[in-house]
């Protein structure tokens, strides 16, 4: 498994920006496919975005598409999520997550909670309006 760990979280006003960054361990990081997921209170967790381990394939959730960017930095074994115009309803603890497959193809992004293995803590982002 890999070891990840999420930061920049915050309390911002709406339409603020924020950055997100999740940091993975692991010589093999830059073979695997990753995600964003967030949960708010009450309610299940949630796909945001993808992004594929080439980084050349994206895919992001209705509610987050034009305001949410999602990028990655082999190098640097990151991965990030560029929120702006960010909304209350944003509101929830924000998980990155890493599936763990040396077979995943070079464009291939997957969007369900059961398609990754590997977990952050989690960083919190409150949107007040």
């Known amino acids: 498994q890999v070891q990840l760990v999420e930061s920049g979280g915050g309390l911002v006003q709406a339409g603020d920006s924020l950055r997100l960054s999740c940091a993975a361990s692991?010589?093999?990081?830059?073979?695997?496919?990753m995600g964003w997921f967030r949960q708010a209170p009450g309610k299940e967790r949630e796909f945001v975005s993808a992004i594929s381990w080439s980084g050349g394939y994206t895919n992001y959730a209705d509610s987050v598409k034009g305001r949410f960017t999602v990028s990655r930095d082999n190098a640097k074994n990151t991965v990030y999520l560029q929120m702006m115009s960010l909304k209350p309803e944003d509101t929830a603890v924000y998980y990155c997550?890493?599936?763990?497959?040396?077979?995943?193809?070079?464009?291939?992004?997957?969007?369900?909670?059961?398609?990754?293995?590997?977990w952050g803590q989690g960083t919190q982002v409150t949107v007040s309006s």
């Open positions: 692991g010589r093999t990081f830059s073979i695997y496919p």
């Open positions: 997550a890493a599936r763990a497959d040396k077979s995943s193809g070079r464009h291939s992004v997957y969007g369900g909670p059961s398609d990754y293995d590997s």
